[in-house]
Structure formats: C-alpha cells, structure tokens
C-alpha cells in the first residue's frame, strides 16, 4: 500500500511539472504581442497558399515562440494556409474573455495557385482557435458558404460561436467544429453602391465591449459599422455606419477619407468608454503624397471625429498596413501594427514585414503625437498581417487564485 500510495505521488508530482513545463513553453504570456507570418522563408511568396504561423515577441521585440498552423487536414483539423500575397488575409483577434486568438485561411496545402478562385463548397474556408494559456490549436471550423472568395479574418466571443468576414458573402455566424455554411447574418447587396447597399467586400470583424462591428472597402455607404446590436447570430442584421466615419473615397490630398479602412482598435481614453479609434487604412487621403498608415478619431458629442493620422512611410503603395492592436495606459495608447515597405516583384502584399510600434501621448480628442518603431521585421520570403497584443488584467490572478482555491477544496473533500 506504501508503494502504491509513493507511486501515486511521484507520478502526480511528474505529471504536474509535465504540465506547468508545456504551458510555460507554449502559452502565450499576458503582455507579449502576438503577429500572423506567412511564408517559411524556403521560396518567394507569390499568389499561392503558404505556410502560416503565429510569432511571439515581447513588447521590446524579444523573439519567444512560434506556432505553426497545419499545412493539411488531420481527422476533423483542417489545414490553414494563406496566400502569400493576400494582402487582405490574415487578420488576428482576440476574444473578449482573452482565452482564444481567431484566425482564417484556406483548407489548401501550401503551393497552391489563386487559392480563391476555387469555390468554399469545394474546399472549406478554415478557421482556427489558438488558446491563449497554453497555445493548443483548434481547426476543426470549416466555412463552405463563402463562395469563391478569401476568407480575411474572424472572431470568436467564448471559444464557440464565431462571426467570419470574407471578400462576397457578408458577416458569417458559426460555431466551433461546424463544417458547413454558417448563418450570414448581413448579406451582401446588388445594386449600385451609391444607393448605400450592404458591403460585399467585408475586411475586418472584432468584438469590442460587446458589441459586433465590421470593417468594408468596397464603394458603399459603409466603411466601419456596428452589426446589429450586441453579438448577433441571425440572419438579417442591420449595419450602423459609426457616425461621422466617412463612407466615400475622395480625391488624394483633399482630407483624410479612411476609404481603405483594415484594421480598428477601440480604446478608452480622457474618463471614456471605448471613446478613441484608431484604423490602419491603406487608401488614406491626408497627403498629396498618399501615404497608408494609421488614422485616429475621437468619440465627441456622439459623432467621431477625425485627429488626424500616423503616416507610415512615403512607399507609395496600397496595402502597406494591415494588423492593429493595443492598449492605453498612463503614457498613452500603445499601438502595434503591421506595415512593410514598398513594391516588389510579387506586389505591396508581399511588403509587411514589420512589427511597428507607435505611441501616441496625446489622448483623448487631440493629434496623434509620438513616432513609429520597428521591433520586429519578417524574414526573407515571409512576411506579418494580424497582431494582437494580449493584455495584462488582474483577471488573469483571479483566474488563477480561483483554480488554486478550486483544488484546495477538492482536496478537502477527498480527505
């Protein structure tokens, strides 16, 4: 009996310092930043479906981990490429609880050509889950409504329902390990843009403060909008554009129009609620050079308002920014975002190669003041899209006093 119970112990003790040693090597830790890369480095990326990973970096730039997404179904896994010069691909969010990053791709082996001329119906859409506290990969959602599209990214609100953004069918609502069509919850319109019809060219959909939004570039009366109200998950939904955000493209020079809106960020900011946004857009007209970076609006009298913009380099090229996240503080909003320089042979998409890093001190209502910083870049034949940046809440401490308080007491009950 002594030996059972020496056994027991010993193998409990191994079994736990197995586990806190793979949670310590592939969790991602609060704080750190996290960025989509696509590529491998081993060829030149060009329209075809790459490998996809996730890179991990301290705030400073510190490499940590990489995660690779599966390159081929598995049982119910499926596969997760990208297309190396999808600029519109890749985005990265995090859930609402922080528990769970959200990612889309293509259920392709990589080298595949135009991967988005082939029709959902055929080859799924795919979207993975990443846990964040201990970096476990879950692929078995696959959307086969999409149409032959590529799908740009999703969110997940709890680690099951998921709302998908793709270039023609609308917003999708799903629910983790479903292969099938999803519920679109906005559908995309017909008739002439002007008429302000619902956006078929979907980029961007994130959940901020429990409200649904969604971003569009295509020439509609939408560009940032809310869907519906909360967290939706029927059909027929209504989009609000955000008031005062501009709905149209206007000419190079004359005012900045957010026209090529990607990426958006709510923070909180002067006493407020979610009351600044900032929008990594691509078709920024605020200089007659036409640069692409950052834009940033304030929440006054209930209509946003625009401060003005974080220019990123003079590359000349659309596309140049696409993956947005942060968080405020005492010293200001702290933004990370992806960006690259300048064309190559395979195009602007095949130019994110950085990591960058603004911050900007001024706060609520007032120009963005501060200067970007590079703390990461891609390497040869790979390049970055979606970043998040896991924050730091007390939260995580009272997760983890609940699960130690959790066991004491199952211990209690034992004895």
């Given at each position: 009996?002594?030996m059972?119970?020496l056994?027991?112990?010993?193998?409990?003790?191994?079994?736990?310092?197995l586990?806190?040693?793979n949670?310590?090597a592939?969790g991602?830790?609060?704080g750190?930043?996290?960025?989509?890369?696509?590529?491998?480095?081993?060829?030149?990326?060009s329209?075809n479906?790459a490998?996809v990973?996730?890179?991990e970096?301290?705030?400073?730039?510190a490499?940590?981990?990489?995660?690779?997404?599966?390159?081929?179904?598995v049982?119910?896994n499926?596969?997760?490429?990208?297309?190396?010069?999808?600029?519109?691909?890749?985005?990265l969010?995090?859930?609402?609880?922080?528990?769970?990053?959200?990612l889309?791709g293509?259920?392709?082996?990589?080298?595949?050509?135009?991967?988005?001329t082939?029709?959902?119906s055929?080859?799924?859409?795919?979207?993975?889950?990443?846990?964040?506290?201990?970096g476990?990969?879950?692929?078995?959602t696959?959307?086969t409504?999409d149409?032959?599209?590529?799908?740009?990214?999703?969110?997940?609100?709890?680690?099951?329902?998921?709302?998908e953004?793709n270039?023609t069918?609308?917003?999708?609502y799903?629910?983790?390990?479903?292969v099938?069509s999803?519920t679109?919850i906005?559908?995309?319109?017909?008739?002439?843009?002007?008429?302000g019809?619902?956006?078929?060219?979907?980029?961007?959909?994130?959940?901020?403060n429990?409200?649904?939004?969604m971003?569009?570039?295509?020439?509609?009366?939408?560009?940032?909008?809310?869907?519906?109200?909360?967290?939706p998950?029927?059909?027929?939904?209504t989009?609000v554009?955000?008031?005062?955000?501009?709905t149209?493209?206007?000419?190079?020079?004359?005012?900045a129009?957010?026209?090529?809106?990607?990426?958006?960020?709510?923070?909180?900011?002067?006493?407020?609620?979610?009351?600044v946004l900032?929008?990594?857009?691509?078709?920024?007209?605020?200089?007659?050079?036409n640069?692409d970076?950052?834009l940033?609006f304030?929440?006054?009298?209930g209509?946003?308002?625009?401060?003005?913009?974080?220019?990123v380099?003079?590359?000349?090229?659309?596309?140049n920014?696409?993956?947005?996240?942060?968080?405020?503080?005492?010293?200001?909003?702290?933004l990370?975002?992806?960006?690259?320089?300048?064309?190559?042979?395979?195009?602007?998409?095949?130019?994110?190669?950085?990591l960058?890093?603004?911050v900007?001190?001024?706060?609520?209502?007032?120009?963005?003041v501060?200067?970007?910083?590079?703390?990461?870049?891609?390497?040869?034949?790979?390049?970055?899209?979606?970043?998040?940046?896991?924050?730091?809440?007390?939260t995580?401490?009272?997760?983890?006093?609940g699960?130690?308080?959790?066991?004491t007491m199952?211990?209690?009950?034992?004895?």
């Amino acid at each position: 009996m002594a030996m059972k119970i020496l056994t027991r112990i010993t193998f409990g003790i191994t079994a736990m310092t197995l586990l806190a040693i793979n949670v310590h090597a592939a969790g991602i830790t609060p704080g750190d930043v996290v960025v989509v890369q696509v590529g491998n480095g081993s060829g030149v990326l060009s329209g075809n479906t790459a490998p996809v990973f996730l890179d991990e970096y301290t705030q400073s730039g510190a490499f940590v981990q990489q995660i690779a997404m599966p390159t081929s179904q598995v049982g119910g896994n499926l596969g997760l490429t990208m297309a190396g010069t999808g600029t519109a691909e890749g985005d990265l969010t995090l859930s609402p609880d922080g528990q769970f990053l959200a990612l889309t791709g293509f259920n392709f082996a990589p080298g595949v050509i135009s991967p988005a001329t082939t029709n959902s119906s055929v080859v799924a859409r795919s979207v993975g889950l990443v846990a964040t506290v201990d970096g476990s990969i879950d692929t078995t959602t696959g959307m086969t409504g999409d149409g032959a599209s590529d799908p740009r990214g999703a969110v997940t609100l709890d680690g099951n329902s998921i709302w998908e953004a793709n270039g023609t069918s609308g917003i999708v609502y799903t629910t983790d390990g479903t292969v099938g069509s999803g519920t679109r919850i906005v559908t995309p319109g017909t008739s002439s843009p002007a008429t302000g019809t619902v956006p078929s060219n979907d980029r961007r959909v994130n959940i901020f403060n429990g409200q649904l939004y969604m971003s569009d570039s295509s020439l509609t009366g939408y560009r940032l909008s809310t869907v519906g109200v909360g967290t939706p998950t029927t059909a027929g939904q209504t989009l609000v554009n955000l008031p005062g955000y501009p709905t149209n493209t206007v000419a190079t020079g004359t005012g900045a129009n957010g026209g090529g809106v990607y990426s958006f960020l709510f923070l909180s900011e002067g006493g407020g609620t979610n009351n600044v946004l900032y929008v990594t857009d691509a078709q920024n007209a605020f200089t007659t050079t036409n640069f692409d970076g950052l834009l940033k609006f304030s929440l006054v009298g209930g209509v946003w308002t625009n401060n003005g913009f974080i220019p990123v380099g003079n590359f000349g090229g659309s596309n140049n920014v696409s993956g947005l996240s942060g968080y405020a503080d005492g010293t200001g909003a702290h933004l990370f975002f992806t960006a690259g320089g300048g064309f190559n042979a395979a195009g602007p998409g095949a130019t994110q190669t950085n990591l960058d890093l603004y911050v900007d001190s001024a706060g609520y209502n007032a120009a963005p003041v501060g200067s970007v910083t590079t703390i990461a870049s891609a390497g040869a034949n790979e390049v970055f899209r979606g970043v998040v940046v896991l924050p730091e809440p007390s939260t995580y401490a009272l997760v983890g006093a609940g699960l130690l308080g959790l066991l004491t007491m199952r211990r209690r009950r034992r004895s």
